[in-house]
C-alpha cells in the first residue's frame, strides 16, 4: 500500500473553499507535491513545497506542511468547476523518486 | 514548462505481442525518467528509473524481462511490454527529470493500453 495517506472524495459547492489532507511517513522528504490530473490526462504540478517551509501560496492554492505531524494540505479558494479533477500529494523518497498517495477526487457542484 | 511527450497516447494490441511506448523529452535533456503504471481510480505505481546510457533500476515486484526499458538518448525513454496479457493493461505515465531542477519532473500525458 501507499506510505501517503490521502482522503478519498470530496464534494465542495461552487465558490467554496477545498481543502484536500494528506500525511505522509518519510520524515527525510525534501519536497513534497500537489498535482492535479483530469480524466485521462497525465498529471500536472499544481504546487510544491520545501520540507523547511510551513507555508506556500500561490494565487488560488494555499499549502501547509506540518512537519511535525507529516501531514500536508491543500486549500483550494473560491473553488470552480475546472477545479474538479483527481489530486494527488506526493513526496519525493530517494533518488528523486516519487511516491504518491491514492488521490483525492474533488467534485465541485453548482 | 518543459514538456514530454508519449507516444502512442493509446494502443490495443492482442494478448501475446509486445508493444513499444515512447517518452520524449522536447525541450529539455533528460538523464533520468521514471515509468509509472496507474490502474483505474488507483494511485501512480512507480515500476522503474530509467538512466541514460546504463541499465534500468526497478521496482519490488516488476518484471524486468516483461517491461523493457531502454533509454539510449537523452530525451528518449521507451517501455516494451512484451508477451502482452490483458492483466497488462494500464495507463502507463512517464516522467522526466530535468538535471538543472531540484525539485521538479515533468510528466508526460500518459499511454492508455488495452491488451485483448
Known amino acids: 500500500g501507499e506510505d501517503v495517506e490521502q482522503s478519498l472524495f470530496l464534494s465542495v459547492r461552487e465558490g467554496d473553499s477545498s481543502v484536500i489532507n494528506c500525511t505522509y511517513t518519510?520524515?527525510?522528504?525534501?519536497?513534497l507535491y500537489w498535482y492535479k490530473q483530469e480524466p485521462g490526462a497525465g498529471l500536472q504540478l499544481l504546487t510544491y513545497?520545501?520540507?523547511?517551509?510551513d507555508m506556500k501560496q500561490d494565487q488560488r492554492l494555499t499549502v501547509l506542511l506540518n512537519k511535525k505531524d507529516k501531514h500536508l494540505s491543500l486549500r483550494i479558494a473560491d473553488t470552480q468547476t475546472g477545479d474538479s479533477a483527481i489530486y494527488f500529494c506526493a513526496e519525493m523518497i530517494s533518488d528523486y523518486k516519487l511516491s504518491f498517495g491514492a488521490g483525492t477526487t474533488v467534485t465541485v457542484r453548482a | 514548462g518543459a514538456v514530454v511527450s508519449q507516444h502512442p497516447s493509446w494502443v490495443i494490441c492482442k494478448s501475446g505481442t509486445s508493444v513499444k511506448i515512447e517518452c520524449r523529452s522536447l525541450?529539455?535533456?533528460?538523464?533520468?525518467m521514471f515509468w509509472y503504471r496507474q490502474f483505474p481510480k488507483q494511485s501512480l505505481m512507480l515500476m522503474a528509473t530509467?538512466?541514460?546510457?546504463?541499465?534500468?533500476?526497478?521496482e519490488q515486484g516488476v518484471e524486468k524481462d516483461k517491461f523493457l526499458i531502454n533509454h539510449a538518448s537523452l530525451t528518449l525513454s521507451t517501455l516494451t511490454v512484451t508477451s502482452a496479457h490483458p492483466e497488462d493493461s494500464s495507463f502507463y505515465i512517464c516522467s522526466a527529470r530535468d538535471p538543472g531542477q531540484q525539485y521538479e519532473q515533468y510528466f508526460g500525458p500518459g499511454t492508455r493500453l488495452t491488451v485483448t
Open positions: 513545497i520545501f520540507s523547511n517551509m
Open positions: 525541450d529539455f535533456q533528460a538523464t533520468t
Open positions: 530509467s538512466n541514460e546510457g546504463s541499465k534500468a533500476t526497478y
Open positions: 518519510d520524515s527525510s522528504s525534501t519536497y
